[in-house]
């Protein structure tokens, strides 16, 4: 079983920036990867920004440059620092992770519940 905790969104001006955080926790499981997907009203839920536990990353283009993800591997715990935020970024924010169970040789996913991020003047 694995839990998730998202917390940080919020209502933001253009311009501004916010820190999404999400901490998982769960007994024997290997996580693998976590990461950030949004979906924005009539839209399909799309990937922000990814991160293994080896440190590698993987970015939305429209994100390059303005959102930054990082992890403490020891918390379980992944973060997105959104700064120069824009209207079209408003959407909900959903934590996702990538977990092997241990014994176990496929990994599965899991998502969260999701955050609500508006960025409006």
């Known amino acids: 079983q694995v839990q998730l905790v998202e917390s940080g969104g919020g209502l933001v001006q253009p311009g501004g920036s916010l820190r999404l955080s999400c901490a998982a926790s769960g007994s024997s499981i290997s996580i693998k990867a976590m990461g950030w997907y949004r979906q924005a009203p009539g839209k399909q839920r799309e990937l922000v920004a990814k991160m293994t536990s080896e440190g590698s990353t993987a970015y939305a283009d429209s994100e390059k440059g303005r959102f930054t993800i990082s992890r403490d591997n020891a918390k379980n715990t992944v973060y997105l620092q959104m700064n120069s935020l824009k209207p079209e970024d408003t959407a909900v924010y959903y934590c996702?992770?990538?977990?092997?169970?241990?014994?176990?040789?496929?990994?599965?996913?899991?998502w969260g519940q999701g955050t609500q991020v508006t960025v409006s003047s």
């Open positions: 996702n992770v990538d977990f092997r169970p241990v014994g176990l040789t496929f990994d599965y996913t899991y």
